[in-house]
């Protein structure tokens, strides 16, 4: 577990430079690229099971089945595995606001406020304090998998792999010479980015680009109201599609329409508390008319999520909220950060940390379920301009550009909340660091391979039911 730093932002840039220089001898760099697991690791079927005791039952052999996908699926569902393993590694002590879950997939496009078309981490569940090494190490990993699955060398699946990693150390190199405020400024606008990049794109690779950009700004929250939801004789309603979207009048059957009425509404008044003055101002404009269960991700399938239908002034000025349980974070047992009394506000307050160009209406609120008893949640804009990374339609050269974006953005986002100065100081300016995490990322890889054959083992004998993939 990572010890508190001994030195402060408050301190000289000398002192924090050689704080993390000191870091070294604590967790060498070259010593990252060393994975062996620990000699009581526990079982990855009962770590994968004791998350599913507070899940809804009838869904996790859903989520079991989209993990035994292949491995890359797996490793996306795996995080609370991962997490068990780095907690037994020696650790920088270098803390940051952790995303917690950062494989390629929870990076992507997104809508600023400004509305305009942004990089960021996209996916905050796990956040929490630690070690800013667990996140590039999850990273890496990530693009190893996804290399594997593609049936791409070994060469190329390190390129991609110490790609992301590089780029991660030598952005963090420029904002340790940056100023506080420019640094919580700094952004990774998506046009820009492309512009930049334009020099190291093949003609398909900026074909592929541009179409990614465009699909993200089609995929606006009209787009999902016109998707997700139907006309019926009471009103626009969300369209029912189980096991996947379970409206809320079928999951209760019979119960009083007025009762429920008064409920939701007391739900959204909870949650609307949780934002500024300002956007509370703006929710008051609109009337929750319907309400639906619906299944997401891979690792998150069990776990309670709501789609929310409010409407404005008609049918035609529709929003769409999802509000999404949060469990503690698989990261909590083994990182020495605060301990929150409401999960959902963990993951608000993360994610207002780590992300650049965050959800206008981001809140977070406490429901009492079906079932009688209270979970925390957190609510996001469903459908805002998001687009993400298809890395099954990748070569091996759009992989490595894909992570030369996501080590930096995610560089940017550790930047924000830990000491750029010192963790910089602690990567240096050569590449020893980079080639201890691409023999990571391939210890890492053959390690959940393993686990994902143990868990398709679990469901050939039995021990697990997994729905059909």
């Known amino acids: 577990m990572a010890a508190p730093s001994a030195v402060t932002v408050s301190s000289s840039p000398a002192d924090r430079a050689a704080h993390g220089r000191r870091a070294r001898r604590r967790a060498p760099r070259s010593g990252h690229g060393d994975f062996e697991p620990a000699p009581h690791r526990p079982d990855v079927?009962?770590?994968?099971?004791?998350?599913?005791?507070?899940?809804?039952?009838?869904?996790?052999?859903?989520?079991?089945?989209?993990?035994?996908?292949?491995?890359?699926?797996?490793y996306r569902g795996a995080a609370a595995v991962m997490a068990t393993?780095?907690?037994?590694?020696?650790?920088?002590?270098?803390?940051?606001?952790?995303?917690?879950?950062?494989?390629?997939?929870?990076?992507?496009?997104?809508?600023?406020?400004?509305?305009?078309?942004?990089?960021?981490?996209?996916?905050?569940?796990e956040t929490f304090p630690g070690p800013f090494e667990w996140d590039?190490?999850?990273?890496?990993?990530s693009f190893v998998i996804a290399g594997r699955a593609n049936g791409f060398t070994q060469r190329e699946q390190n390129d991609a792999a110490g790609t992301c990693v590089r780029a991660y150390r030598e952005r963090m190199r420029e904002f340790a010479g940056m100023r506080t405020l420019d640094i919580w400024y700094a952004r990774d606008d998506a046009d820009a980015m492309r512009e930049l990049l334009a020099s190291s794109m093949g003609r398909e690779t900026r074909r592929r680009t541009d179409e990614?950009?465009?699909?993200?700004?089609?995929?606006?929250?009209?787009?999902?109201?016109?998707?997700?939801?139907?006309?019926?004789?009471?009103?626009?309603r969300i369209a029912p599609d189980p096991p996947l979207i379970t409206p809320l009048r079928e999951l209760r059957g019979e119960s009083s329409r007025g009762e429920e009425d008064k409920e939701l509404q007391t739900l959204l008044e909870a949650y609307a508390r949780t934002l500024p003055p300002d956007r509370r101002h703006l929710l008051r404009h609109f009337r929750l008319v319907?309400?639906?269960?619906?299944?997401?991700?891979?690792?998150?399938?069990g776990t309670r999520c709501w789609v929310l239908l409010l409407l404005g002034r008609d049918d035609d000025d529709p929003l769409l909220l999802q509000a999404k349980e949060a469990q503690e974070s698989v990261l909590a047992a083994h990182s020495g950060g605060e301990r929150y009394d409401n999960q959902g506000r963990r993951v608000v307050n993360g994610q207002r940390l780590l992300q650049a160009a965050g959800d206008i209406l981001l809140g977070w609120t406490h429901?009492?379920?079906?079932?009688?008893?209270?979970?925390?949640?957190?609510?996001?804009?469903?459908?805002?301009?998001?687009?993400?990374?298809?890395?099954?339609?990748?070569?091996?050269?759009?992989?490595?550009?894909f992570a030369r974006v996501c080590g930096a953005s995610l560089?940017?986002?550790?930047?924000?909340?830990?000491?750029?100065?010192?963790?910089?100081?602690?990567?240096?300016?050569?590449?020893?660091?980079d080639r201890a995490l691409a023999r990571f990322a391939q210890a890492y890889a053959d390690r959940n391979e393993r686990d994902f054959e143990a868990l398709g083992e679990a469901a050939r004998s039995g021990r697990i039911v997994a729905a059909d993939r």
């Open 367 to 401: 429901v009492v379920g079906l079932d009688g008893l209270g979970r925390d949640f957190y609510v996001r804009q469903l459908w805002d301009w998001k687009g993400s990374f298809r890395p099954e339609n990748c070569d091996p050269d759009l992989l490595r550009l």
């Open 85 to 125: 393993d780095l907690g037994t590694l020696p650790d920088t002590g270098l803390q940051v606001q952790l995303c917690g879950d950062a494989q390629l997939l929870n990076f992507g496009l997104l809508a600023s406020p400004e509305r305009h078309l942004v990089f960021d981490i996209n996916d905050f569940d």
């Open 411 to 433: 560089a940017r986002a550790h930047a924000r909340s830990g000491d750029p100065v010192a963790i910089s100081a602690y990567l240096g300016d050569k590449d020893r660091f």
């Open 212 to 236: 990614a950009a465009s699909r993200a700004r089609a995929r606006t929250h009209l787009r999902a109201y016109a998707k997700l939801t139907r006309l019926t004789p009471e009103g626009r």
């Open 136 to 141: 590039v190490k999850r990273l890496a990993a």
């Open 45 to 74: 079927v009962d770590v994968l099971e004791h998350q599913a005791a507070d899940r809804l039952p009838e869904l996790v052999p859903i989520r079991y089945g989209r993990m035994l996908a292949s491995p890359f699926r797996f």
């Open 290 to 301: 319907d309400m639906a269960r619906k299944v997401v991700g891979v690792g998150s399938v």
